[in-house]
């Protein structure tokens, strides 16, 4: 276990032909870029190990206009209400199982976890973005996840881009519990702990995306995260790690 977990991506960019419009005359036609490739995150909240896991993502734009901004590290999701600069919709995202051998303790085994929920986004200006999601596990930890973070944002069109910004992530206490507490008659031989919940971890986020040529290109990201508060004090991360 680690008090800090770094994970990064890169990814090749492929622009998709524009297609035609099929509504009315004045519509500008379509442009889809996808990105895909691989990224190396903590196999769990907490650990010092990584996992390859896909990267994929799918953007869409008309005629000339620029790619909409997304963060590197955000969740699944489309936006679904529309009012002014703030945007709602859903997020989807899943965090990878935990056991015992993973730990190298006797600790209880946390499955695979499916986190949908929503997210709310608003854009101050074009340069400078919030999001903040709350999301429900179903399997594995059961409890409640999200996070709030702000982007800053530099592009030259969609030649290329650069986003930078700061991120913290909260859970409940069913959530910190299934990752950081120990149980009193546990066998793992680790002291008795009760996480409980609040702000698990502080942190940042760096993506640059560049444009090589008319269809191809290259998109990554770094993200830094520091455990704070009962997940920093668990046995799990003290003494484990």
């Known amino acids: ?5 770094i994970c990064g991506a890169t990814a090749v960019l492929l622009l998709a032909a524009a297609q035609p419009a099929l ?5 500008k036609p379509r442009r889809t870029r996808i990105a895909l490739g691989g990224q190396l995150v903590p196999s769990y909240p ?3 190990d990584l ?15 620029p790619f909409q901004f997304e963060a590197p590290d955000e969740s699944f999701g489309f936006p679904l209400i529309r009012f ?25 085994k946390v499955g695979f976890t499916v986190e949908p929920g929503v997210f709310l986004q608003y854009d101050l200006s074009e340069n400078v973005r919030l999001r903040s999601e ?25 030649d290329w881009l650069l986003s930078a910004g700061p991120r913290v992530t909260f859970a409940d206490e069913t959530y910190n519990s299934a990752y950081f507490s120990v149980a009193p008659d546990s066998v793992s ?3 008795a702990f009760s996480a409980g919940g609040g702000i ?6 760096l993506g640059y995306v560049q444009q090589i040529t008319k269809r191809w290109g290259v998109y990554s990201y770094a993200k830094y995260d520091r455990l704070v508060g009962d997940a920093a004090d668990s046995p799990v991360v003290r003494i484990v790690g």
């Open 200 to 205: 698990q971890s502080v942190g940042a986020t």
């Open 51 to 65: 996992s390859f896991r896909p990267l994929v993502d799918v953007a869409r734009a008309r005629g000339t206009d």
């Open 46 to 48: 907490g650990s010092d």
């Open 84 to 108: 002014q600069q703030l945007t709602i919709g859903p997020a989807l995202n899943f965090e990878g199982s935990r056991s015992a051998a993973d730990v190298s303790v006797d600790l209880p």
């Open 134 to 158: 709350l999301r429900k596990g179903l399997g594995g930890h059961e409890g409640w996840v999200g996070n709030i973070g702000a982007d800053f944002v530099a592009r030259r069109g969609d």
């Open 189 to 191: 031989g680790l002291p």
């Open 23 to 27: 509504a009315q005359d004045d519509q």
């Open 1 to 5: 276990m680690n008090f800090v977990s």
